[in-house]
């Protein structure tokens, strides 16, 4: 069966500082990455996705960038993390080339930038 | 982006009462998704209605999709204290060939015990 790992759970880190959130897939071969925010109580934002190694699409242009440097490895990165960057950050698989799939999520990490 | 909006933002009801949720859209679909987040948690997939359907049945969840009227409406029959979360609804992949999934802005159901 698939899982989906990512991690920390929670994480705090100071205004400027670098950030790198990991998220890993098992048990299924090319899915489609995404990053999600979601600000509290509110809905999720889709930052980036990914249909393969090396193709990131953008969807909101801030501060933060993804890799895919492996199949089932998605990574979100900062260079310099602001205040506004605090959130609940989400990452999810779909089946590739999937159309009437659902999305899987992981458990979400929690950051506050401080 | 969001795709659109649900209504209401809240509910409060009462356990063993019907709760009902409606989401709107504003581009042509390939299906819509319905998903519930427990709190502080990932969001789990609940059903799935196609375009070309009107109605789907889970359990004690229905949904159904007006493709006319870019809606769709989540209802829970005798809901439980369990069911207390959030609840959004999703635009799938798309046949233009994107596969990014589009969430609304979500209704945060408290079911009273």
């Known amino acids: 069966s698939q899982t989906i790992h990512q991690w920390p759970a929670t994480l705090v880190q100071p205004v400027g500082s670098p950030l790198s959130l990991e998220c890993t897939v098992e048990?299924?071969?090319?899915?489609?990455l995404y990053w999600y925010r979601q600000a509290a109580g509110r809905g999720l934002q889709l930052l980036f996705y990914?249909?393969?190694?090396?193709?990131i699409s953008s969807e909101v242009p801030q501060n933060l960038s993804a890799s895919r440097p492996q199949d089932r490895q998605f990574i979100l990165s900062s260079k310099k993390l602001l205040l506004s960057d605090s959130g609940f950050y989400l990452c999810?698989?779909?089946?590739?080339?999937?159309?009437?799939?659902?999305?899987?999520f992981g458990q979400g990490t929690r950051l506050t930038v401080v | 982006s969001q795709q659109g909006e649900e209504d209401p933002q809240a509910l409060s009801i009462q356990e063993g009462e019907n709760a009902t949720m409606n989401c709107s859209y504003k581009?042509?679909?390939?299906?819509l998704q319905w998903y519930r987040q427990n709190s502080g948690r990932g969001l789990v997939h609940l059903i799935l209605?196609?375009?070309?359907?009107r109605e789907k049945h889970s359990g004690r969840l229905r949904v159904t999709l007006d493709t006319s009227k870019k809606s769709s409406s989540l209802l829970i029959t005798a809901s439980r204290a369990a069911d207390t979360a959030s609840y959004f609804c999703?635009?799938?992949?798309?046949?233009?060939?994107?596969?990014?999934?589009?969430f609304g802005t979500g209704t945060r159901l408290k079911v009273l015990a």
């Open positions: 990914s249909v393969g190694i090396g193709q």
């Open positions: 048990g299924t071969s090319n899915p489609n």
């Open positions: 209605i196609r375009s070309n359907e």
């Open positions: 999703a635009t799938g992949p798309s046949t233009s060939g994107t596969y990014k999934y589009i």
């Open positions: 999810a698989w779909s089946p590739d080339r999937g159309l009437n799939t659902e999305a899987f």
């Open positions: 581009t042509s679909i390939n299906n």
